[in-house]
């Protein structure tokens, strides 16, 4: 069995990637159109990150990557309650080294000014690229966190370590493919806070929304994994759900 030490350190190392490369993928390569837009570039990007970051780290930590997800196999009794805070605090130390590399990089460009840089980092209303207010912002991200966590756990336990790294990312490509314009593309608390933590400002005024809707999404789509469990436990025994439920 992997250590929690190892488990911890691909967690801190994949979340970090996925920070530095997708959010790289806005600041680097000027992928952000006038218009809000940010095209395949961003998407593809975040999404190879994470699949990259899965293959590399599956056999150590599930590859996680993000406090949603941790939170949502918590949630699922597929994941030691006793790991959570550990886990999370990996992720956004993780989070926090991808941008501290990304601004050590970025730094380097003539005109770069963190300043009146939005730095990846997510927003609404008039941080939102394409001016989407606070409702619009809150509804996609708890929506597309809940789609997202739950395919994880459903994969984790039908699909193969082939496969499953392969469908999240290219489930969360999809997403990022409409969110990228409405906030930057969030759906991960740990890649809301590492940029955030360098805007500072705005972005850290902001960022509760990048934990709370993520986070309660997380948390719907852990209890309703736990429920379909119920019902098919409760369909190949034969045995009431309510006597299943039943502490």
């Excluded at 488990?7 to 970090?16: D, I, K, V, Y």
């Excluded at 956004?92 to 963190?114: E, M, N, V, W, Y």
């Excluded at 994994?225 to 309510?242: F, L, S």
Aim: aromatic letters at 8%; glycine letters at 12%; proline letters at 5%.
């Amino acid at each position: 069995m992997v250590s929690l030490s190892r488990r911890l350190l691909a967690e801190g190392a994949g979340t970090a990637w996925i920070v530095f490369i997708g959010c790289g993928s806005l600041i680097l390569n000027g992928a952000q159109s006038p218009g809000g837009g940010a095209g395949l570039v961003v998407p593809v990007a975040f999404g190879l990150a994470l699949a990259i970051a899965s293959y590399a780290a599956k056999g150590f930590s599930g590859a996680h990557f993000n406090p949603a997800v941790t939170i949502g196999f918590a949630v699922a009794q597929r994941f030691r309650v006793s790991h959570l805070l550990p886990y999370i605090a990996a992720q956004i130390l993780g989070a926090t080294a991808g941008a501290a590399l990304l601004d050590l990089i970025a730094s380097g460009r003539p005109g770069f000014d963190l300043a009146i840089s939005d730095f990846g980092a997510n927003g609404y209303a008039e941080h939102s690229p394409a001016d989407f207010q606070l409702q619009s912002a809150f509804v996609l991200e708890l929506t597309m966190s809940l789609v997202f966590v739950w395919l994880n756990l459903q994969l984790s336990r039908r699909a193969s370590r082939m496969v499953a790294p392969a469908l999240n990312s290219a489930c969360l490509c999809v997403i990022y493919m409409i969110a990228v314009p409405v906030t930057n593309g969030s759906i991960n608390p740990a890649r809301s806070s590492g940029p955030a933590l360098f805007v500072g400002g705005w972005a850290l005024d902001q960022l509760w929304l990048f934990w709370a809707a993520p986070i309660a999404g997380g948390v719907l789509a852990g209890l309703l994994h736990m429920r379909a469990g119920v019902g098919r436990k409760a369909r190949a025994t034969g045995v009431p759900r309510e006597a299943l439920e039943r502490p």
